[in-house]
């Protein structure tokens, strides 16, 4: 993963899944294929936007209810989803993934509506 475009950790949207690809470069939200680039894109939020930031990222059970995909279209291996995550809150559907950085930092399942900062990235 090479990160093209963290200025969206100032900015804030939506997740679409039909406009993944985001900035002049059109890369998309980032997707996280080892513990190395979870760590890396947890650090590059505090960094950017501070610990409690929530961010989006590239996953999606959008298509089917609880197959996780990446919108990149990369293998979906991840598997270090906060404790009890991904559940769908009170039932309300929440198709969309955003890392919360909150405490040590975990990923969760979050409706797709609500307005956050997003990490786009790229391969070179």
């Known amino acids: 993963m090479v990160m093209v475009e963290s200025g969206g950790l100032t ?3 939506q997740w ?8 002049p470069l059109k890369a998309n939200l980032a997707s996280i294929q080892s513990n190395d680039e979870f760590t890396f894109l947890k650090k590059l939020i ?3 936007g501070g610990r409690s930031r929530r961010t ?5 059970d959008a298509v089917q209810d609880n197959v996780w995909m990446w919108s990149d279209g990369s293998p979906f291996t991840f598997t270090s989803w906060g404790r009890g995550e991904p559940n769908n809150y009170r039932g309300q559907k929440e198709p969309c993934m955003e890392i919360m950085n909150a405490g040590s930092g975990y990923v969760n399942d979050e409706p797709c509506q609500r ?3 997003f990490i786009c990235a790229k391969n070179a």
């Open 16 to 23: 679409d899944l039909h406009g993944s690809q985001k900035g």
């Open 56 to 60: 989006w990222i590239g996953g999606h």
């Open 46 to 48: 505090i960094q950017k």
């Open 115 to 117: 307005r956050s900062a």
């Open 11 to 13: 900015a804030s949207t």
